[in-house]
């Protein structure tokens, strides 16, 4: 499902990511923890294709089958849209949308049918218990509820892979765990993988896998 070796990532001189080597299996939910600096965001974003590594030595970056490390900016665009999910840990919903529309955009950006596209989202709302709120703002919705928004819109393409970065950082605890068990529950639904960077002891010890972060190498 994601095959990376050799992910070095340098930020001016300084090395970030020191030679990251990884797999991660089609349904497995893995989360990656380690101390604040250690390099965890920077490694997601290389894998959800938001980044790319530095070249030093060969590296390979597969997601999906497919290697993204002779692919342009516009195939790698393409395949994001199609294949990778994210959640960040603050909703990133646009404030002027509907719920409703805030989950179709990664449809539209990759041009799906609209009528489909609005069926699947309301079909998503409603697994997410949210069937009541599809014409709210962001605004009028609480933090568990923005972020069961943002976690639909993550779905709507039926990626391969969601990629969650401290999916729970900002919520209180009783939402936070009902992210978490709503994580287990698609990946049981939809085979749906899950990497999930976070400090949320609980979550991690969910996981099927943990892996530990520090200095820009997985321990
Ligand atoms: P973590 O997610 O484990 O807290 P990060 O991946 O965010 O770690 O950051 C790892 C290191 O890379 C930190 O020292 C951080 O300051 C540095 N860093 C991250 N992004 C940038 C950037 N865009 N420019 C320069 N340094 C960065």
């Known amino acids: 499902m994601v095959i990376a070796k050799n992910i070095h990532k340098y930020y001016g001189g300084t090395e970030v990511l020191k030679g990251v080597n990884l797999t991660i299996n089609k349904g497995e939910i893995v989360a990656i923890v380690?101390?604040?600096?250690?390099?965890?965001?920077?490694?997601?974003?290389?894998?959800?294709?938001?980044?790319?590594?530095?070249?030093?030595?060969?590296?390979?970056?597969?997601?999906?089958?497919?290697n993204l490390q002779n692919l342009n900016d516009k195939m790698i665009a393409a395949i994001r849209n199609e294949h990778i999910g994210y959640i960040f840990q603050f909703h990133q919903l646009l404030p002027e949308f509907s719920a409703l529309e805030n989950i179709c955009i990664p449809a539209?950006?990759?041009?799906?049918?609209?009528?489909?596209?609005?069926?699947?989202?309301?079909?998503?709302?409603?697994?997410?218990?949210?069937?009541?709120?599809?014409?709210?703002?962001?605004?009028?919705?609480?933090?568990?509820?923005?972020?069961?928004?943002?976690?639909a819109r993550a779905l709507i393409?039926?990626?391969?892979?969601?990629?969650?970065?401290?999916?729970?950082?900002?919520?209180?605890s009783s939402s936070a765990e009902s992210l978490h068990k709503l994580f287990f529950e698609l990946r049981k639904k939809f085979n749906q993988t899950f990497v999930i960077v976070t400090h949320n002891q609980e979550l991690a010890d969910m996981a099927d896998r943990k892996l530990t972060m520090r200095d820009g190498i997985v321990i």
């Open 34 to 66: 380690g101390p604040s600096g250690a390099g965890k965001t920077t490694l997601l974003q290389i894998l959800g294709t938001l980044d790319k590594p530095s070249k030093k030595g060969d590296f390979i970056l597969e997601i999906n089958g497919i």
């Open 108 to 151: 539209f950006i990759g041009k799906k049918d609209r009528k489909e596209t609005e069926q699947k989202a309301k079909e998503l709302l409603k697994f997410l218990g949210l069937e009541g709120r599809m014409k709210h703002k962001p605004s009028e919705l609480s933090g568990g509820e923005q972020q069961r928004v943002a976690v």
């Open 157 to 172: 393409n039926n990626p391969s892979i969601i990629l969650a970065d401290e999916p729970s950082g900002n919520l209180d």
